[in-house]
């Protein structure tokens, strides 16, 4: 009998996954417990509408954050800090600082986490940061820090 998993089943399949279960495994275990929908052609056609939403709504999120990788190559974001003898700075310049700065100037938001630092900086000078904006999309974004 073929079934449409509702949810992730261990062993069996992923969620909107279509797979071939035995009859009996189908109806004492998987359709009472609404694990599963038979793969009639009503669901399929319910299943290929939620797939397809899914595909444009990805499609739409990552031209979204092309257009935000273009804006962040022609961006230096300066912050100013206070530094000491040799150019060093007073604590560092952390991932969520260029976060909030970036906010604070240029008014476009990214999540702290996807912001690529190895390690925060601690001296003045010009940097190049990457940032995950989406699967495969990675901006660039230059930081100078100034005293």
Request: net charge positive; glycine share 8%; no cysteine.
């Amino acid at each position: 009998m073929k079934v449409i998993l509702l949810e992730n089943i261990k062993g069996v399949g992923k969620k909107d996954e279509v797979i071939n279960a035995s009859d009996g495994y189908a109806r004492n275990f998987l359709l009472p417990r609404k694990l599963a929908v038979e793969a009639n052609a009503e669901n399929m056609s319910k299943l290929k509408g939620k797939n397809d939403s899914t595909a444009y709504k990805k499609s739409v999120e990552k031209e979204e954050a092309q257009g935000i990788a273009e804006k962040l190559k022609n961006i230096t974001l300066k912050v100013a800090v206070k530094a000491g003898e040799n150019g060093k700075i007073f604590g560092s310049i952390t991932s969520k600082e260029i976060a909030d700065n970036l906010k604070e100037q240029y008014k476009i938001e990214i999540d702290k986490k996807k912001i690529d630092l190895k390690e925060p900086i601690k001296t003045l000078g010009s940097f190049s940061v990457n940032i995950k904006l989406y699967e495969g999309v990675i901006g660039t974004l230059k930081v100078q820090i100034t005293e």
